[in-house]
């Protein structure tokens, strides 16, 4: 049948099932939306505050339930405001489909009104972007799109789509979307027989597990793996919940603010058995002291992170899920019981702790795992409070902490707590985020107020940039340059101006009864904590320094 470009693109995202979308209108895209509001009752559109909140947003949606998030805008400034939401899907992994349209084709090139490149301009931060010109040629381009930014390591990919493309006309046929197959074409009996004989071999195994483990839905394979060959693990801050925190061999995070346990344990381990990893500077500290006693086998779906940031022993690529499959298949029960009472007896000697006077952000984290029962889904923003909700949250399940780990964005959480909070409507979803993140995006209160989401928003609040003023503290002498907010901005009044509840929290008795309040509330909530501006994230490892370095406050102290 004959169908406009607007209705190709409507029709192929009920071909690929999706239910959701989020975006921003605008001229060039107005076909599309047109069309979309034909479909409202298939398609739920979220009309975000910010085109950064629709990319954040559709990658909160994508992190929360491993389906493919879907944003829209318009040219120009409209595609431009995507792409820190796009540069952040790439740096973490995440499935997104981002669909963008532009001036028409006789137009593009001329500088006009609203014209850029937006292909261009993402082509370094997409797995694979197209600007499509030939209408013949759009059904097939988004279902490869979708299917590419499913593919191995997910990832994601735009569609640029010229205006007077959207309005043609062209035959279409419905396709049956295939499954996509999880990616063994690189796994050999050579590199599992290797790795076999390297687990085989150690007597102070380390297990390692990063954000692949939980992409691929390896949670129940990883946890035979663990107990089979008797070892602690330790995980990234993108690998929360791909093992259970509140297992006795979990031993925190590892790296510049993991446990004292993690990073002495894999500093003295002999084998790391890094999962899903890629080694990220934030982890390794110096990457020729990391690990230095160690063996390493490293198993990975992108052969592009073996021997990129740490020269690896061996590696076995492909899908995380199917390696260890293959793996427990061949293993039998092993005991390290020497190794793992030395471990258990550093988890004991080197607990994580805090302040107990006063509201604190560990405090905060802590009791909304207790008050949750540990099974909401936390956002957050980037710096000390994100942290903190990696460390004193106990993560049982994948896809239960969505942050920004790769590039590192602040405004991130709000965005991405709506698109999770749509996703996911029966969970209670709580963004953490700082004052300084939550300026960025935090306009996106009313989104969540003309939505009807039940979220709630923390703000812990300390007046400066956190975690940049930490480093000041630590390593620039106390000079504070530009990370103090010595402002009048109200977050009560401000959440209330935008149609959420508001309520101010100083004391841990007041924290405990507005999170209950908002809790009970079931619509958007803000709450401003008030902390102290010089609380500190501990343990840490200075920047350059080896991870067996790892000091927290009373090591400064005594020092």
Excluded at 69 to 87: F, H, K, Q, R, Y
Excluded at 98 to 118: R, Y
Excluded at 429 to 438: R, Y
Aim: aromatic share 8%; with cysteine; net charge negative.
């Amino acid at each position: 049948m004959q169908l406009t470009g607007s209705q190709i693109v409507i029709e192929c995202l009920k071909e690929q099932g999706v239910d959701t979308v989020f975006g921003y209108p605008g001229g060039a895209i107005l076909n599309v939306y047109d069309e979309l509001y034909k479909h409202k009752d298939e398609i739920r559109h979220v009309l975000t505050s910010h085109e950064q909140g629709a990319s954040h947003a559709a990658d909160g949606y994508a992190r929360s339930t491993g389906k493919v998030g879907v944003c829209l805008a318009t040219s120009g400034p409209g595609a431009t405001n995507l792409v820190t939401g796009i540069a952040t899907a790439y740096m973490d992994s995440v499935p997104l489909v981002a669909i963008t349209c532009n001036v028409g084709v006789p137009l593009l090139g001329k500088d006009s009104f609203q014209e850029v490149d937006i292909a261009g301009i993402t082509m370094p931060i997409t797995k694979y972007n197209f600007i499509v010109k030939d209408i013949t040629k759009l059904a097939d381009t988004i279902r490869r799109a979708f299917r590419i930014a499913k593919k191995g390591r997910p990832g994601p990919v735009l569609v640029d789509i010229p205006k007077d493309v959207t309005a043609q006309k062209t035959e279409y046929t419905k396709k049956e979307i295939e499954a996509v197959p999880r990616d063994t074409r690189r796994i050999t009996e050579k590199d599992l027989k290797t790795a076999e004989e390297l687990i085989r071999n150690a007597k102070k195994p380390f297990v390692f597990v990063g954000g692949g483990a939980v992409i691929s839905g390896a949670s129940e394979e990883l946890k035979e793996f663990v107990e089979k060959i008797d070892a602690p693990v330790c995980d990234s801050l993108m690998g929360k919940g791909a093992f259970d925190g509140t297992d006795v061999r979990y031993t925190g995070m590892l790296g510049m603010h993991g446990t004292k346990t993690s990073n002495y344990g894999v500093s003295e381990c002999d084998l790391l058995i890094a999962i899903g990893v890629r080694f990220s500077d934030r982890v390794i500290g110096n990457a020729k002291k990391f690990a230095s006693q160690a063996n390493i086998l490293q198993i990975d779906v992108d052969p592009a992170e073996i021997n990129k940031n740490i020269v690896v022993t061996s590696s076995v690529i492909g899908d995380v899920k199917e390696i260890l499959n293959r793996l427990n298949e061949k293993l039998a029960p092993m005991e390290h019981k020497d190794w793992m009472t030395h471990i258990m007896d550093y988890k004991e000697k080197y607990p994580l702790t805090y302040h107990e006077e006063g509201l604190s952000g560990p405090y905060i984290v802590e009791e909304v795992y207790r008050m949750t029962k540990g099974e909401a889904v936390i956002v957050t923003e980037v710096g000390q409070h994100q942290m903190w909700a990696a460390q004193y949250y106990k993560y049982k399940n994948p896809r239960m902490l969505l942050t920004s780990g790769g590039l590192g964005t602040m405004g991130y959480g709000l965005g991405a707590a709506i698109g999770a909070q749509v996703a996911n409507p029966d969970k209670q979803v709580v963004n953490i985020a700082g004052d300084g993140c939550f300026r960025m995006n935090m306009n996106e209160i009313a989104t969540a107020v003309r939505e009807k989401l039940p979220l709630i928003q923390i703000v812990i609040n300390n007046h400066v940039l956190g975690m940049v003023r930490q480093w000041q503290n630590l390593f620039y002498e106390a000079r504070y340059s530009a990370t103090v907010l010595n402002d009048s901005v109200d977050f009560v009044k401000l959440a209330e101006a935008l149609g959420a509840t508001g309520i101010r929290v100083t004391t841990k008795e007041e924290f405990v009864a507005a999170f209950q309040k908002a809790l009970d509330m079931q619509t958007p909530v803000v709450l401003d904590c008030i902390i102290n501006c010089d609380d500190k994230v501990w343990p840490m490892v200075a920047p350059g320094a080896a991870i067996s370095e790892v000091f927290c406050e009373e090591d400064l102290e005594n020092k």
